[in-house]
């Protein structure tokens, strides 16, 4: 039979029909996928996820067949995602999963499976309000955390206490830094990988993409210029902010910290600050005293000689403006970082300073020397019985100080206490217990105010004591308190009964015949007339700058404040230790001397310890004039309550200086 070209045609067509029929695929949309996993949560929420438009084959490609097998292969989202894909695979997180670790993030560990939504949308779990969850389930997660040592596993509770932590959490402020905004959504590296968004010469330009006003200002600045240049010297944001625990700046304990964290670099400048005016304050909690940032600003800060420079001569009125309103030319010479110590800097304040520990060392050195030959020297002498109690022997007493004197020596006791008190915590305000104490007294301000308070007593005293002995003078002809045997000016016999006690301290001699005012009293009284204006007048200066500026270089306020704390440790020193010891804890006076209270002593303490004075006034008859009787019970108990206080509230402050000065400055 012959085969004719229509047979052909039929043999071929039926012949390609298998292959027809091979290429046909099963109905593998959404729909006919449904029919077996509608009831699933996460299948139902695809149409509201950002893939509602693909079909289920979109992503699981591998899917040739209805049923399909239950253990599908991974869905790669590099397909349509390449470019997040490839920043992942590098990164930390994709670095984990290649290398075998299960619980290594995947994007659907972040970003949910079916429900994928954008970052826009609150529901999203990249949103930023929900970006702290996110990243929590591994972070925060004990087991994950422990057993893989991740970096940042105990600092999420640190950043949800930080502004940006708060400001997510707390606020729904979605302008707040979230994770994401440091360590990048996919490209998550170690901070020690030169790539990464936190590594230390990255961070300025990761915080910039918020801070950007900042960052402009950072980069003009002396540390940005450091920072350009790849030098470690240079800081970045975290070196003063950190990084998870970033703090509000405006806060009083993030601007409190300032001083410490610029010191940490600026080791050479530190300590001078800390001994200034500002620097005291701060460290006691006087949020309004100048930082480093105030003066230098924060971001912007230029040497110095920089025209730009907020700490250019040209700019510190405005400066110091902000804080001081009488400022003037001559205020700005102030030097903030005054260092008594280089004699090139300033050679008034280097000699000054040198001239005032002078003057300390010697009073110390002679009365520290004075007052232990006197101890040792009394201590034997009431062993061998040479020393007498007179104070209940029953026989007649006299008038040794009058009333008017006697109340203007509580006012000298209160107030001098009061200044003690309040100007310690000024002059060690580092050590801790002081600290503590300002804190419980209600901070520095509350300090400061009874610290004038109390000069300002000071000065009402010693005015009054003024015109009272010019009264004296002038008005009532009693011209020898100028001179002789009633004045506390010194005269050569205070220099032989110096020689003859310190004979006696040494055993070679009787004790000196004392008047009616001894070496050691009239240095006390001319330790007041020289301390009070001294430390008054240089307090005036530290308490009115902008005022005595006006007429006066502002340098002087260097000097003053040299002089006033130094003069004031001499003050509290000598009083303390010298003073109480003259007066009440040397063992013929021990426990207290009660005359200075009751204005009393008895006659026969009188005569023995002031014979030349008992004799001349058994002499000219005016001995009976100041008869008088001993003083009452309730005299007593009263003087010796005073008295107590006193000598308690002093005795714990040089303990207190000793221990600043010697342990703990």
């Known amino acids: 039979m012959k085969i004719r070209k229509g047979h052909l045609l039929v043999i071929g067509l039926c012949l390609s029909l298998p292959l027809f029929a091979a290429e046909e695929k099963p109905d593998l949309s959404n729909g006919v996928c449904l029919e077996c996993h509608g009831d699933d949560d996460s299948v139902k929420k695809i149409d509201t996820s950002v893939h509602a438009g693909n079909d289920c084959v979109s992503c699981h490609d591998s899917i040739t067949e209805v049923p399909h097998q239950e253990n599908l292969p991974k869905v790669e989202c590099a397909t349509c995602h390449s470019d997040q894909a490839d920043l992942y695979q590098a990164s930390t997180h994709g670095k984990a999963f290649a290398a075998g ?36 389930t591994c972070h925060s997660n004990p087991a994950i955390a422990g057993k893989y040592n991740l970096p940042h596993a105990d600092k999420i509770e640190t950043y949800k206490n930080s502004i940006h932590g708060k400001g997510v959490i707390r606020s729904g402020l979605l302008v707040s830094a979230t994770c994401v905004s440091c360590h990048t959504a996919h490209s998550v590296l170690p901070k020690k990988d030169p790539k990464s968004s936190i590594n230390e010469f990255n961070i300025p330009s990761t915080c910039g993409v918020c801070h950007l006003g900042i960052l402009q200002d950072f980069q003009n600045s002396e540390h940005g210029k450091l920072w350009k240049t790849g030098s470690k010297r240079g800081p970045g944001c975290v070196t003063c902010h950190g990084s998870h625990s970033i703090q509000d ?68 009125q405005q400066t110091c403006g902000k804080c001081h309103q009488m400022r003037n030319a001559s205020f700005v010479t102030f030097d903030p970082h005054a260092n008594p110590e280089d004699k090139n800097s300033s050679p008034l304040l280097y000699y000054v300073h040198k001239a005032m520990l002078g003057l ?162 009239k240095f006390d009284y001319f330790a007041v007339f020289w301390g009070i204006p001294v430390i008054g007048f240089s307090g005036l200066l530290l308490w009115f700058p902008g005022f005595f500026t006006k007429f006066l270089p502002g340098y002087v306020l260097n000097v003053a404040k040299v002089v006033h704390s130094e003069e004031a440790m001499l003050a509290v020193g000598f009083i303390f230790i010298f003073h109480f010891f003259h007066t009440h804890l040397r063992p013929e006076s021990y426990p207290m001397d009660l005359v200075i209270f009751t204005g009393k002593m008895p006659l026969s303490r009188f005569k023995e310890e002031r014979p030349e004075d008992y004799e001349r006034m058994v002499e000219t008859g005016e001995l009976e004039e100041f008869l008088t009787i001993p003083p009452s019970a309730v005299e007593r108990r009263r003087s010796y309550l005073i008295g107590s206080i006193g000598l308690a509230v002093g005795i714990i402050l040089i303990f207190l200086v000793m221990l600043s000065v010697f342990f703990l400055e």
């Open 101 to 136: 670790i299960k619980e290594a993030p995947t994007c659907a560990t972040c970003h949910g499976t079916h429900n994928i939504l954008p970052k826009s949308d609150f529901h999203s779990r990249i949103h930023p309000l929900h970006q702290i969850e996110t990243c929590t």
């Open 249 to 316: 700046p405006e806060a009083s304990k993030f601007q409190l910290a300032i001083p410490l964290l610029c010191a940490r670099c600026h080791e050479k400048e530190a300590p001078t600050y800390q001994d200034s005016f500002h620097g005291k304050a701060i460290s006691l909690g006087f949020v309004r005293a100048a930082t480093c940032a105030d003066c230098h600003t924060p971001h912007k800060n230029l040497k110095k000689e920089d025209p730009d420079s907020t700490v250019h001569k040209s700019h510190l």
């Open 360 to 521: 300390l060392y010697g009073v110390f050195g002679f009365f520290a020397i004075h007052t232990l030959l006197w101890y040792q020297r009394s201590v034997v002498a009431a062993r061998r019985g040479e020393l007498k109690k007179h104070e209940g022997n029953g026989g007649p007493w006299i008038i040794r100080f009058a009333p008017t004197v006697r109340i203007l020596h509580i006012f000298v006791m209160v107030s001098f206490l009061g200044l003690a008190f309040t100007g310690i915590p000024i002059r060690f305000p580092y050590v801790h217990i002081i600290k503590i104490a300002v804190s419980l007294l209600g901070g520095i301000e509350v300090i400061r105010f009874f610290h004038r308070l109390f000069a300002a007593v000071t000065f009402g005293y010693a005015i009054f004591y003024l015109y009272h002995l010019l009264k004296r003078v002038f008005v009532n002809k009693e011209r020898r308190i100028l001179y002789g045997p009633y004045s506390m000016v010194p005269r050569w016999k205070d220099f032989q009964d110096l020689w003859h006690q310190v004979r006696w301290f040494l055993y070679m001699g009787r004790p000196a015949r004392l008047d009616r005012w001894t070496y050691w009293e």
